[in-house]
């Protein structure tokens, strides 16, 4: 069974920084592309980024990009995103998640509040 496990969420204040962790588990971490996405109160699934299973290759969402870093390790089945300068409008559940849409698997989330 695939799990998708995300912890690191909390309150923060406008300009500061979280580290989101994804402990993954049920299926081949290592071969699979991973995701995280996120919704804000109200507004339907945003993908914010994606890493490749080498993590060769990063790709971001306008709105984050030069703020938010994906990485991964795959020697601990683990997906993280280090999320930078954070703003009010970054207050979302973050998932990690198989694919970038409502139809792939995700987890329970992690809730990121960004206010002062």
């Known amino acids: 069974e695939v799990q998708l496990v995300e912890s690191g969420g909390g309150l923060v204040q406008p300009g500061g920084s979280l580290r989101l962790s994804c402990a993954a588990s049920?299926?081949?971490?290592?071969?699979?592309?991973m995701y995280w996405v996120r919704q804000a109160p109200g507004k339907g699934l945003e993908w914010v980024s994606r890493?490749?299973?080498?993590?060769?290759?990063?790709n971001y969402a306008d709105s984050v990009k030069g703020r938010f870093a994906i990485s991964r390790d795959n020697a601990k089945n683990t997906l993280y995103l280090q999320m930078n300068s954070l703003k009010p409008e970054d207050t979302a559940v973050y998932y990690c998640?198989?694919?970038?849409?409502?139809?792939?698997?995700r987890g329970q989330g992690t809730q990121v509040t960004v206010s002062s």
């Open positions: 998640a198989l694919g970038p849409t409502t139809q792939n698997t």
């Open positions: 049920g299926f081949r971490f290592s071969s699979s592309n």
């Open positions: 890493i490749t299973s080498g993590g060769g290759t990063t």
